[in-house]
């Protein structure tokens, strides 16, 4: 078998994806010790997007085990069967290839049925040779259904680091919160969401408008029409349909409210709350997963079921925030990249150690 960890060279790292953000904040800066290898293409042969991931093949595992030191599993195994997974997992015993599998989600946001994702967690949390998650709950709930010990490292900046705090559209002085429902994929609750807004916004002390936020082309255009005739019938709500987004202006959308409500089902971890964390933007969350453990100071949970409960939530969260487009949030922004860039080496040097820990 080859020798993986070699002081002449970079730990070689295939995740999947490689090319995700987040994925790609997990190295050092300025350093060459750990190299994420770039995505192959798809199984499918597709070029222009990563999945169905190749990596996850035992075909791919055998052909590249002398390219590959580690390989690094974040998303993506819904693309696969669960004997694919096992032959994948076999490829890697025999190649003598440690894995390493971050827990994102104990429930998969793309998915109604949980049925073969808990198959999937079922084969991969036992076999990883070592494991990694967000917040303490997750890592807790994965030593009681598996017990083993996953790691809890933070999740790294979303936002791009040159974004300018300042609101694509100015505001009048009424505070904002917004909901973005996005393409209403299977863990968006749209429909409770806006119904439960329509309701709370009237008990909120503080003048508010809400914005539900909602792209183009949605997986589900019933529960669009649904979500239109609540919010034509509250003076307090308008809609906002348009083409997905980039980052530039998904982040232009978050910093021109106060608040973001958060529209989930179900879920483990939410990157959306990171990003409104890097842009001052205080969440307001349903009990979902660990999302509030994310980070607590910055996040109200309310009751989707209970309108009061979330009119006072709102509150809540309006007096953590700052004005969209104020200096004050200009600050806030400011001072949470700075503790980004800082928290970036922690998080890149504890993979570091992981992956060499699995080395050895």
């Given at each position: 078998m080859p020798a993986r960890l070699r002081p002449d060279r970079p730990i070689r790292v295939a995740a999947v994806p490689g090319g995700h953000p987040y994925v790609r904040s997990l190295?050092?800066?300025?350093?060459?010790?750990?190299?994420?290898?770039?995505?192959?293409?798809?199984?499918?042969g597709a070029t222009d997007r990563w999945w169905p991931p190749a990596m996850l093949t035992a075909d791919w595992i055998q052909g590249h085990s002398?390219?590959?030191?580690?390989?690094?599993?974040?998303?993506?195994?819904?693309?696969?069967?669960?004997?694919?997974?096992?032959?994948?997992?076999?490829?890697?015993?025999?190649t003598d290839t440690p894995f390493v599998y971050t827990v994102h989600d104990l429930e998969n946001p793309q998915l109604t049925d949980q049925s073969v994702?808990?198959?999937?967690?079922?084969?991969?949390?036992?076999?990883?040779?070592?494991?990694?998650?967000?917040?303490?709950?997750?890592?807790?709930?994965?030593?009681?259904?598996?017990?083993?010990?996953?790691?809890?490292?933070?999740?790294?900046?979303?936002?791009?680091?040159?974004?300018?705090?300042?609101?694509?559209?100015?505001?009048?002085?009424?505070?904002?919160?917004?909901?973005?429902?996005?393409?209403?994929?299977?863990?968006i609750d749209g429909i409770g969401t806006?119904?439960?807004?329509?309701?709370?916004?009237?008990?909120?002390?503080?003048?508010?408008?809400?914005?539900?936020?909602?792209?183009?082309?949605?997986?589900?255009?019933?529960?669009?029409?649904?979500?239109?005739?609540?919010?034509?019938?509250?003076?307090?709500?308008s809609l906002r349909r348009h083409p997905r987004y980039d980052d530039a202006e998904l982040a232009a959308s978050l910093l021109a409210a106060e608040v973001a409500v958060l529209p989930y089902r179900f879920g483990t971890h939410s990157g959306w709350a990171e990003l409104c964390w890097d842009l001052g933007v205080p969440i307001v969350t349903p009990p979902v997963g660990y999302i509030a453990e994310q980070h607590p100071t910055d996040s109200v949970v309310f009751d989707a079921a209970d309108s009061g409960s979330l009119a006072s939530a709102l509150g809540a969260a309006l007096a953590l925030a700052t004005p969209a487009g104020s200096t004050a949030r200009a600050a806030v922004v400011s001072e949470r990249r700075d503790a980004r860039r800082a928290e970036r080496i922690v998080i890149a040097r504890e993979h570091e150690g992981i992956y060499r820990g699995v080395l050895r």
């Open positions: 190295i050092e800066p300025g350093t060459a010790s750990v190299e994420i290898l770039p995505d192959p293409p798809a199984r499918d002398d390219e590959v030191d580690v390989l690094h599993v974040h998303f993506g195994m819904e693309s696969s069967t669960t004997a694919e997974l096992s032959a994948a997992i076999d490829a890697l015993r025999a994702h808990r198959e999937h967690l079922d084969l991969v949390v036992p076999a990883a040779d070592a494991l990694i998650t967000l917040t303490a709950g997750a890592s807790a709930e994965i030593e009681r259904r598996w017990g083993r010990t996953a790691r809890v490292i933070g999740h790294p900046r979303v936002a791009a680091d040159e974004l300018a705090p300042t609101p694509l559209v100015a505001g009048d002085g009424t505070p904002t919160a917004v909901v973005h429902l996005r393409d209403l994929r299977p863990n806006v119904r439960a807004l329509a309701d709370a916004v009237k008990g909120v002390s503080t003048p508010l408008r809400v914005i539900v936020d909602v792209n183009e082309n949605v997986r589900d255009e019933e529960q669009l029409t649904a979500i239109a005739s609540i919010v034509d019938a509250s003076p307090l709500l």
